[in-house]
């Protein structure tokens, strides 16, 4: 066994020890012991236990984890102190820049217990609150995560979007050509991107190559009719070529999935398709034109034989914005701020406020006398703003047994209630989706927020049955949530077609802490474009008197049902 193998154990005790609040002076002397071990000029582990006790630096006490990791490949009090640290805290241990002290305040002070977690805190600005934290810290925090996420070679399309639309001018230019375009992943606005594609019609790989050069991409595979290469941060991107004549077709296989490109294949056998748009090749499929976002190979083939593709919504048809946080609970703008921006900069009719609850400590969650106090507030900007309308809402959190944290006297002063689960995410399946029944089945749940909690590339969402809650959902005229926060993208596009074909109503949300958080309603829209979301399916894409007349039907059922 290796002097650093054995170094790097101890020192990973030394920072446990110190996450744990054991002795000082006993993680200073086991830090110490591991450098003296990675600076000896001879193997360690070849000594005997009375040997390694005369080595200075180390003692009794540390040769004897030394002497019993090296004979057995493990130390008793390491694995104790293990089996007592979530394994979101040991990933978080191997970022860079954040050590034991500041994990101890993430983890018992914040209740952050995983690295997806705290990327989603320091993206709402969480940490600058904490103790030993400041701005600059935050951002070399979600920096670094960022490196860690981006090492595995996936990227989320948000983080990629303006690197991809930057390349794609500089390659028109560079190249002296419009005939570049973006396919594959990108171009059908997956919410993960694995890989850039691009195609490049009558071009050779010459030119491209000496762009490429100039760029310090890293190039993997250089061909006639192809080249891969990686960026530094290990985005890969593949360039394909193709001539004039066939660029209809190859748009169509580069841009659709495997299953989507087999079966509109297989209604083309014996076509011409050469010198053939993209619009004319679906024509001849006898297909209605089916946009990027859809090729995803589910049911969007049967839908354009039958003319029943959806009208897909467009970010311009959004009317309000609904489920934001402000300076009352853990946003960064104060209510008017939002407000104001949403009603200016964005031409919005309507904007509901959506603090965290009181559950929410560790987010300054609203206690009662607060929620009076917010709702006060949002009477005189009501006053100030219009015809412009704020929406008096929360962000309820649904607690263990799947009940709401404010009584039904305080939930009915609400306009909409957003239901949220933010804690004990490791339920089973059946736990988990009981638990959000529940929650659905409370009148006063307007929206089901985030139903997964899932942060992409980072945490999975919790276990559900998503037939069961969308089901629950449609009994209770409960409408979910669509959460545009780019980590976020929940409810799954996926499950955005059974919802509808249910009556279920979805909602753009950008769960929005700041004001600029509210321009994640477009990627909102871009995933609910791929689950085929349409204007009549969603509440804020509604008029100001139409979302007042559906918030107004609930609380006079809840009324007459007293």
């Known amino acids: 066994m290796e002097n650093k193998i054995i170094a790097r154990t101890l020192k990973f005790l030394s920072s446990l020890l110190e996450l744990h609040n054991e002795n000082p002076f006993k993680v200073r002397s086991v830090a110490n012991a591991a450098f003296k071990i990675d600076k000896l000029p001879y193997p360690i582990c070849t000594k005997s236990l009375s040997e390694m006790e005369k080595i200075e630096g180390l003692g009794k006490s540390i040769a004897a984890k030394v002497h019993e990791f090296v004979h057995t490949n493990a130390i008793e009090e390491l694995t104790e102190l293990l089996s007592k640290t979530p394994e979101g805290i040991i990933e978080m241990m191997q970022i860079k820049g954040i050590g034991p002290k500041k994990i101890l ?3 018992k002070e914040l ?28 951002e070399e925090i979600k920096k670094n995560i960022e490196f860690n996420i981006a090492s595995n070679g996936r990227f989320l399309y948000a983080k990629i979007e303006n690197f991809a639309e930057e390349l794609l001018k500089s390659l028109k230019k560079e190249l002296n050509t419009e005939q570049i375009h973006i396919t594959g992943q990108y171009r059908r606005k997956c919410e993960i991107i694995d890989q850039l594609d691009f195609l490049i019609v009558g071009q050779n790989n010459v030119l491209l190559l000496e762009k490429l050069d100039v760029l310090g991409f890293e190039k993997t595979n250089i061909g006639d ?19 004039i004549e066939d660029f209809g077709k190859e ?40 946009v990027p976002e859809l090729r995803e190979g589910t049911n969007e083939i049967d839908l354009a034989k039958t003319k029943k593709l959806p009208d897909l919504i467009q970010f311009s048809d959004l009317k309000g914005s609904l489920h934001n946080h402000s300076t009352w609970s853990d946003g960064i703008h104060t209510l008017e701020e939002m407000a104001i921006y949403c009603k200016n900069e964005l031409k919005l009719e309507y904007f509901g406020i959506c603090d965290h609850s009181k559950s929410a400590f560790y987010a300054n969650g609203l206690n009662e006398i607060r929620v009076a106090a917010q709702q006060r507030e949002i009477d005189e900007l009501n006053k100030k703003l219009a015809p412009f309308y704020i929406f008096k809402g929360i962000e309820s959190d649904i607690l263990y047994d799947g009940s ?29 989706t009981d638990r959000l029944l529940k929650a659905i089945e409370n009148p006063y749940t307007t929206i089901l927020g985030h139903p997964t909690g899932r942060l992409l590339l980072s945490r999975s969402g919790y276990p559900i049955d998503h037939k069961k809650i969308i089901d629950a959902c449609a009994a209770n005229n409960v409408i979910i949530e669509i959460n545009a926060n780019p980590l976020r993208l929940d409810l799954d596009w996926r499950w955005h077609q059974y919802a509808i074909s249910k009556g279920v109503l979805l909602s753009i949300n950008p769960d929005a802490h700041r004001v600029e958080g509210n321009l994640d309603m477009k990627y909102g829209t871009l995933i609910a474009r791929k689950g085929g979301l349409s204007m009549s399916n969603c509440l804020n894409a509604m008029s100001l008197e139409q979302i007042s007349k559906i918030f107004e039907q609930q609380k006079n059922k809840l009324h007459l049902e007293k």
Do not use: P
Not at 225 to 243: A, D, I, P
Not at 406 to 432: G, Q, T
């Open 251 to 290: 748009l169509i296989q580069k841009t659709g999935n495997e299953i989507h490109v087999e079966n509109l294949f297989a209604l083309l056998q014996g076509q011409n398709l050469k010198n053939q748009s993209e619009e004319q090749i679906y024509k001849l499929a006898g297909l209605e034109f089916i």
């Open 404 to 432: 709401l944290d404010y009584s039904d006297e305080v939930l009915s002063s609400f306009d909409f209630v957003v239901a949220s689960v933010h804690s004990i995410l490791n339920m089973n399946e059946e736990k988990a």
């Open 105 to 107: 305040t993430i983890w």
């Open 111 to 138: 209740g952050i217990d995983t690295v997806g977690e705290l990327y989603y805190a320091c993206n709402e600005n969480r940490l600058i609150e904490a103790k030993g934290f400041g701005l600059k810290t935050q």
């Open 225 to 243: 009719e192809e080249v891969k290469c990686k960026t530094e941060s290990g985005l890969k991107m593949e360039y394909s070529f193709c001539n």
